[in-house]
């Protein structure tokens, strides 16, 4: 079946790294993304990653993936009270006519001053 | 801006109402999706188009839930007799078919309150 999960909270300090893990349960997921969620606004596409990979690193955000264990996260360097929002890891499946996104309940990101 | 708008930005109805909602995705955008989010969960696919094809369709679209993209480019989502549990945000997203991530981009959602 198709499930996301993430925990729901996590709270760093400013200056901090922060990491936001999540497991997914279709391994026949080709692409797996993140998404950021301030609060009323609409998601934003921050990163993906294809399948075949195990790591992909863009300026402050650094994706792992453990496809063995179908577990994804999310590292945030140096991170700053602007990051300050819900994270969403989401999968995307292989074959036929789809390209819906299973999206994960998300994970609260509080960053302290 | 990721450049998909969504109009209106909210919207008060009462039970039994139909609504309408629209999206205009980016301009070069092929494929169209509409989810819906409640609170405190992640979005849920409802439907997808590529062109003016509808090409899925989720359980979730009850038959209240109608979606058309007549000429390709923006999208019309239509509940119909609402109900209190159609309360939700709905989120449009749009991506370019063809490119291998297959990015969504997502505009800023209708916010739907049923009373």
């Known amino acids: 079946g198709e499930d996301v999960e993430q925990s729901l909270f996590l709270s760093v300090r400013e200056g901090d790294s922060s990491v936001i893990n999540c497991t997914y349960t279709?391994?026949?997921?080709?692409?797996l993304y993140w998404y950021k969620q301030e609060p009323g606004a609409g998601l934003q596409l921050l990163t993906y990653?294809?399948?075949?990979?195990d790591m992909k690193q863009d300026q402050r955000l650094t994706v792992l993936l453990n496809k063995k264990d179908k577990h994804l996260s999310l590292r945030i360097a140096d991170t700053q009270t602007g990051d300050s929002a819900i994270y969403f890891c989401?999968?995307?499946?292989?074959?036929?006519?789809?390209?819906?996104?299973?999206f994960g309940t998300g994970t609260l990101l509080a960053v302290q001053p | 801006d990721t450049g998909v708008s969504q109009n209106p930005r909210h919207k008060i109805t009462k039970r039994g109402q139909n609504v309408t909602f629209r999206c205009d995705p980016i301009?070069?955008?092929?494929?169209l999706y509409w989810y819906r989010q409640t609170l405190g969960q992640g979005p849920e696919f409802l439907t997808y188009?590529?062109?003016?094809?509808?090409?899925?369709k989720s359980r979730l679209l009850s038959d209240r839930f109608s979606a058309e993209r007549p000429k390709g480019s923006f999208s019309t989502l239509e509940i119909q007799r609402t109900e209190q549990g159609d309360s939700a945000m709905y989120l449009c997203?749009?991506?370019?078919?063809?490119?291998?991530?297959?990015?969504?981009?997502f505009g800023p959602g209708t916010r739907l309150t049923v009373l």
């Open positions: 188009f590529q062109n003016e094809a509808q090409l899925e």
């Open positions: 989401a999968e995307r499946g292989y074959g036929g006519a789809t390209n819906k996104l299973i």
């Open positions: 997203a749009s991506s370019l078919g063809g490119t291998g991530g297959n990015e969504q981009f």
């Open positions: 990653i294809f399948s075949n990979m």
């Open positions: 279709d391994s026949s997921s080709t692409y």
């Open positions: 301009s070069e955008h092929n494929r």
